[in-house]
């Protein structure tokens, strides 16, 4: 198995997708999405406003993994702004999830609207 872990500070507020509220609930429904789309999503839990120290998933990363993550908390409130995780059966299927147009199309929206990302992928 693969895990795909992101978390995302988001801008404030952006011309086309309004402020970062609106962004996160919005970016938090396509991610949600992708479950259905995408056939080698195995598994995609979505989070907005996350406490980094009480997310199940960091629990299970090294410590440089966890700082990798940790570089995008929100200064402000300490927490990330959006945050994946998800499974996949092997590296061939994270592959064929990022190169998914659904998937495509939501990271646009996604970069559109973020200020800085963190990720991890690793197998198990």
């Not at 999503?41 to 700082?67: G, I, N, S, Y």
């Not at 990798?68 to 059966?89: H, P, Q, R, W």
């Not at 998914?100 to 690793?122: L, N, T």
Request: hydrophobic share 40%.
């Amino acid at each position: 198995m693969v895990r795909h872990i992101v978390a995302w500070k988001l801008l404030d507020s952006t011309q086309l997708h309004g402020d970062k509220s609106e962004a996160s609930i919005n970016a938090k429904a396509l991610l949600e999405g992708l479950k259905t789309k995408v056939p080698s999503l195995e598994r995609a839990e979505v989070w907005r406003d996350a406490d980094p120290d009480t997310v199940f998933f960091m629990k299970m990363l090294d410590e440089e993994q966890q700082c990798m993550l940790k570089s995008v908390i929100n200064e402000d409130t300490g927490l990330f702004d959006l945050c994946l995780y998800s499974e996949f059966a092997n590296w061939n299927g994270l592959e064929a999830y990022v190169d998914h147009p659904d998937h495509k199309f939501v990271a646009k929206f996604i970069g559109e609207i973020r200020a800085d990302r963190g990720c991890v992928d690793y197998e198990v």
